[in-house]
């Protein structure tokens, strides 16, 4: 080396940066031939911000000695700053073949390799750097960010933990290392490790931010407020603190706060598809606006079209709407990212619109696993402890609500001789005369609303609970997250969703071989208790209001022949409907009594209605009542007309309680076979159509045979009071007959088995 290159690297080395570049020119200009002076003149301008001048001499370095590494590898990085990431790799692919054993050439490769995608490339590049330098810390984190970029949480979290092994006071390990455990829904564990990354750098706004969100999921609210404050109060303008505390605030009921830092977010990051996605909801289910939350969510799904659940969020509430333009294209481009895995629409909106097990059993597979995977067991009981089977029910709805109103009978009726029976409520309770009547149904009613995953598992395993129910499933203020920490030997699934749950962690569903048929138990997760007459319990004792007798106040034609049906409009699709307009064209003087439950859908509907050529006033939409209120009008209906393929469930019930005949076809999945099931039970198996012209056909028949409606409606007056469906002490015995088996197959160390319930005599 030249004095005047060594005299410049002097300069250099002190940071009199200018003074080191009129050497290194000058040393250029004495010797063009030196290579040394341009490769560190393109450090210096690298230094300076100088990219492309620095790109520049590292060129002009290489084209005197194409076989310089050093200055192949800082080529390399200037040509991924500069995005040009194609070059970049091909650069670094030469340092390597010059000097294999350097590990920084492989950790550097590697992060190239992840700026264009490809995960697994650089996962490999990693790999070899550790091969050669196994303390090298920069590459297990990059590692660790890899494995968790491609949903392997657990061995990301390893990566994470052997880095910290080398440098324990690397904050930003134990911030990444609380991510994988959040994603491993160890949320606990995760609070713990933001903690420690705070004790070491505690003005790091990210880390509060992702802190606040493990409280949140914990469900310690208050305390999370607190930490998005911090993250704000370091970063006023943080989007992603501002949504997440705006999500916290939807959590406590705050609706005005959550939309104004919702609103704030998306000032800041209007592109968003994350805040966009949470407001558009917040606006419909705290607030019914429909037409700006479907706004929203269709713009997020503009900005992101693979973004989790928001096309099945948009379709559900154009359903709401009755908005069915572009359907026909959309339901199946849905049912293609459920085969391919991709989380495109919730088992709760499939349901409404999917009528394939396969489908509905792919989709409930991918939720489970993607948002309550298999979490750490909090059990500690594994062997019979004696006297009666403990039974736990967990319900978000233990008030005036369509589930508590079909299983009051069933806890007051539960053999206090065999079972002690808890419930564990996940939701908010009510003032209410069915509130009281199930505190005092239960032995005990346990509130968990307010605690976290682990911490309610916990709550479930202390009262040593042997069957543990799940009457959510997908639907309401349903806790999976409980049930995947596997509290109790034996976890059930019965009533509020109809279908699998496609979790490991869930035993049994309790079912008849109405709507799970013994060719369809390879579409279940879960083994199938047969029960032997109808899997939906009723109650013997629910009111029965008299029965409303002026047509005129519901607005009904006092000679009209009066087709109904009360379902959410979710429910109702094209096909549906138009058999029902078929229907009411044969049927002359009749009309169509719908619920009316968003905005628009009244207006939509009546223009589908024209479209078939059927006068608006022959459909008359019914508000929203209360439920007495609600089952006093029934009876002025003539006949219910069922959907598909999601059939009238809780509804269908109401139905045939008031004495108002019910008409269906079984489809292809539980969900609609349920009113099959119902009306089985109820003795008016005549009413089951076995295709969707036979439905058309018996519901104009029915209309013009009015001796043969009424003495359907005869029937059913005299079977309410002796038929299966409504005798809630021999459903009670029968599903306690279950639960004793499913309890006694774990006591004897033997593996869930589908099975039949024994009937009564």
């Not at 030196?34 to 301008?45: H, M, N, P």
């Not at 002690?420 to 003032?431: K, M, Q, S």
């Amino acid at each position: 080396m030249t004095s005047a290159l060594q005299q410049a690297l002097s300069f250099h080395r002190m940071g009199d940066l200018a003074s080191a570049e009129r050497l290194y020119v000058q040393a250029q200009a004495l010797d063009p031939a030196d290579f040394t002076a341009w490769y560190l003149l393109g450090g210096l301008r690298l230094q300076q911000g100088r990219s492309a001048e620095a790109l520049a001499s590292f060129d002009r370095t290489l084209a005197l000695n194409p076989n310089q590494p050093e200055a192949l590898a800082a080529r390399g990085g200037v040509l991924r700053g500069l995005g040009r990431f194609g070059e970049a790799l091909e650069s670094y692919d030469k340092a390597i073949a010059l000097r294999p054993q350097q590990a920084e050439l492989f950790y550097n490769r590697g992060l190239v390799c992840l700026e264009l995608q490809r995960r697994q490339e650089a996962l490999a590049d990693f790999d070899r750097a550790l091969a050669l330098k196994a303390d090298y810390v920069d590459a297990w984190n990059a590692r660790g960010g890899t494995q968790y970029a491609l949903g392997h949480f657990g061995e990301a979290l390893a990566s994470f933990d052997r880095a910290i092994v080398f440098r324990p006071q690397f904050a930003a390990l134990h911030h990444n290392r609380g991510l994988a455990l959040q994603k491993m829904a160890r949320s606990e564990d995760a609070l713990a490790s933001y903690d420690r990354a705070l004790a070491l750098r505690p003005g790091d706004a990210e880390a509060w931010n992702d802190r606040g969100f493990a409280l949140k999921t914990l469900k310690q609210r208050a305390e999370a407020l607190a930490s998005f404050a911090r993250a704000l109060a370091i970063a006023p303008h943080h989007a992603g603190a501002l949504h997440n505390r705006g999500a916290t605030f939807w959590d406590l009921g705050r609706y005005d706060e959550a939309l104004a830092d919702f609103n704030r977010a998306l000032a800041l990051a209007p592109d968003s598809p994350w805040t966009l996605h949470n407001r558009g909801n917040l606006l419909w289910e705290s607030k019914k606006l429909l037409e700006p939350a479907l706004r929203d969510l269709e713009r997020a799904v503009a900005l992101d079209p693979h973004y989790a659940y928001a096309r099945g969020e948009v379709l559900h509430l154009r359903m709401y709407g009755g908005d069915w333009r572009g359907l026909a294209e959309e339901l199946p481009a849905i049912d293609r990212c459920v085969r391919h895995g991709e989380p495109a629409i919730k088992p709760f909106m499939y349901q409404a619109v999917s009528d394939s097990p396969a489908d509905l059993y792919a989709c409930a597979k991918l939720h489970a696993a993607r948002d309550y995977p298999v979490a750490a067991e909090v059990r500690v009981k594994n062997t019979r402890r004696p006297g009666k089977i403990r039974l736990g029910y967990m319900c978000g709805e233990f008030r005036l609500h369509a589930t508590a109103l079909l299983t009051a009978g069933l806890y007051e009726a539960h053999d206090r001789d065999r079972f002690e029976v808890t419930a564990f409520d996940t939701g908010a309770g009510d003032d209410s005369s069915l509130r009281r009547r199930l505190e005092a149904a239960f032995d005990k009613i346990i509130d968990v609303s307010a605690l976290g995953a682990p911490q309610a598992a916990r709550r479930v395993a202390d009262e040593d609970i042997d069957i543990l129910v799940n009457l959510n499933g997908y639907y309401g203020a349903h806790r999976m997250d409980v049930f995947a920490h596997r509290p109790a030997p034996v976890q059930v699934t019965f009533l509020g969703f109809p279908g699998t749950l496609g979790a490991p962690y869930i035993d049994y569903i309790v079912a008849d071989r109405v709507v799970i048929p013994e060719q369809e138990r390879p579409f279940y997760a879960e083994q199938v208790v047969y029960l032997p007459d109808c899997y939906q319990v009723n109650d013997a004792r629910r009111e029965t209001p008299e029965a409303a007798a002026d047509r005129a106040q519901f607005g009904l034609p006092p000679a009209a022949f009066v087709y109904c049906h009360f379902n959410h409009n979710y429910k109702l699709m094209p096909a549906t409907f138009a058999r029902w307009m078929s229907i009411l064209r044969r049927t002359e003087g009749s009309v169509l009594w719908l619920l009316q439950s968003s905005e628009p859908f009244a207006g939509n509907i009546r223009r589908a209605a024209a479209r078939h050529g059927i006068a608006e006033e022959r459909l008359i939409f019914a508000p929203v009542l209360g439920q007495r209120e609600h089952l006093a009008r029934l009876p002025l209906g003539d006949l219910f007309l069922d959907s598909h393929p999601c059939n009238a469930h809780t509804t269908a019930s109401d139905a045939l309680w008031m004495g108002l005949p019910l008409l269906t076809y079984a489809g292809n999945c539980f969900s609609g076979r349920v009113a099959a099931s119902l009306l089985r039970a109820v003795g008016l198996p005549e009413l089951v159509a076995d295709s969707p012209q036979a439905y058309e056909e018996l519901a104009v028949a029915l209309a013009k045979d009015p001796v043969l409606l009424k003495g359907l409606r005869q029937e059913l007056a005299e079977n309410r009071k002796s038929a299966p469906l409504f005798d809630t002490g021999r459903f009670t015995r029968h599903i306690e007959s279950g639960y004793a088996t499913m309890f006694d197959r774990w006591q004897s160390g033997r593996r869930p088995e589908s099975f039949s319930v024994t009937p009564l005599a």
